[in-house]
């Protein structure tokens, strides 16, 4: 299995730079920046990184065609890939924060990703695309800059109609906070739907969007835990019930807006929802403890490989260094035993 690390939001291109460089000689495969409303762009974040690593790939997740049209995303990631000398990479995907900043409902999601991944993949220095779908079209497009490897383009999927998209169209998928019981449950359908698009397993890539928390002292992941717990699946029922009691389902789902008040005000305390509860869904959908518990969280990345994962992105937090150089250290090359 590899290993890709997800930045938070906070870091300038100076530190992304710097971290970029740190986890390409810790041997991560793909540094991601996210995209979210009030932060830097995702594209133009990675630009000095670009220039300041070799190997690492540089990837943004998720970007979606409601928030920027087919061919300036593709624009915008040809750039990135020049810059790079061809290590780009792209989640798109069919929501996010910055569709709610910018007061949209989807409709329809897996067409629309659908028609991005086609103009993405379609767009060529050699040829003019034009392309003419139900909610997009590019005419006579041709980024004649775009000489280096094509650009890697996968899909933010998680549920079976854009899985089974992602199986016919994109390079691989990235499944967000997948823990083995749910796994369990799409593996099927990405299987099927290679097979049935004629497509062969390997190379296709398959990840997992992970909650990283792991630090020095348990009592500090624990808290950086819960008051990012309201983004696990954003706690919908699917993800509850292979490990709750049908009670608690019901409790968690009844109390979602305390989940999200404790992430506003950067809180540990959830009012109205027990502390074993929550030690359950930290336990189930994010690697929180101390550094001593990473076995734990090795054998459970192992069990996601042995299923059918081929890489999984780490989502770190608080003091990014420092976790890129732990997992470095730790999870990376028990990963490839």
Same mark, same amino acid.
């Given at each position: 299995m590899r290993v890709d690390v997800i930045l938070n939001e906070y870091c300038t291109p100076?530190?992304?730079?710097?971290?970029?460089?740190? #986890?390409?000689?810790?041997?991560?495969?793909?540094?991601?920046?996210?995209?979210?409303? %009030?932060?830097?762009?995702?594209?133009?974040?990675?630009?000095?990184?670009?220039?300041?690593?070799?190997?690492?790939?540089?990837?943004?997740? #998720?970007?979606?065609?409601?928030?920027?049209?087919?061919?300036?995303? #593709?624009?915008?990631l040809f750039t990135l890939n020049e810059m790079s000398n061809g290590r780009a990479s792209l989640v798109v995907g069919g929501g996010g924060g910055v569709i709610q900043s910018l007061g949209l409902t989807p409709e329809n999601r897996v067409g629309h990703v659908r028609e991005c991944v086609d103009i993405l993949k379609g767009a060529s220095p050699g040829k003019p695309l034009t392309y003419s779908g139900r909610y997009y079209r590019a005419n006579f497009y041709? =980024?004649?800059?775009?000489?280096?490897a094509r650009p890697e383009i996968t899909v933010g999927a998680s549920k079976p109609k854009m899985l089974n998209m992602a199986t016919e169209k994109a390079d691989g998928l990235m499944m967000s906070d997948i823990m083995p019981e749910l796994l369990k449950e799409n593996m099927p359908v990405i299987r099927?739907?290679?097979?049935? %698009?004629?497509?062969?397993?390997?190379?296709?890539?398959? %990840? %997992?969007?992970?909650?990283?928390?792991?630090?020095?002292e348990r009592k500090d992941s624990v808290r950086e835990a819960r008051i990012e717990l309201i983004y696990r699946g954003w706690l919908v029922r699917r993800y509850l019930e292979p490990f709750l009691a049908p009670e608690e389902v019901e409790l968690v789902l009844r109390n979602k807006q305390k989940f999200l008040i404790a992430y506003v005000k950067q809180s540990p305390v959830i009012d109205g929802v027990p502390d074993a509860v929550i030690d359950k869904l930290l336990d189930a959908f994010t690697s929180t403890g101390s550094y001593r518990e990473v076995d734990r969280e090795i054998e459970r990345f192992r069990t996601m490989a042995g299923m059918g994962m081929t890489d999984i992105a780490l989502r770190v937090h608080e003091n990014p260094a420092q976790s890129?150089?732990?997992?470095?250290?730790?999870?990376? =090359?028990?990963?490839?035993?």
């Open positions: 100076r530190q992304v730079a710097e971290l970029a460089e740190l #986890a390409e000689r810790h041997g991560f495969r793909t540094l991601w920046s996210a995209s979210y409303a %009030n932060f830097r762009d995702p594209f133009m974040v990675l630009v000095k990184a670009a220039e300041t690593t070799r190997t690492i790939r540089l990837g943004t997740i #998720a970007i979606s065609p409601y928030e920027l049209h087919p061919v300036k995303m #593709a624009q915008a041709r =980024p004649t800059f775009a000489t280096q099927d739907g290679l097979k049935s %698009n004629g497509r062969d397993r390997d190379p296709f890539i398959v %990840n %997992n969007f992970w909650a990283w928390h792991l630090k020095e890129i150089r732990f997992i470095g250290e730790r999870v990376i =090359p028990a990963l490839k035993e």
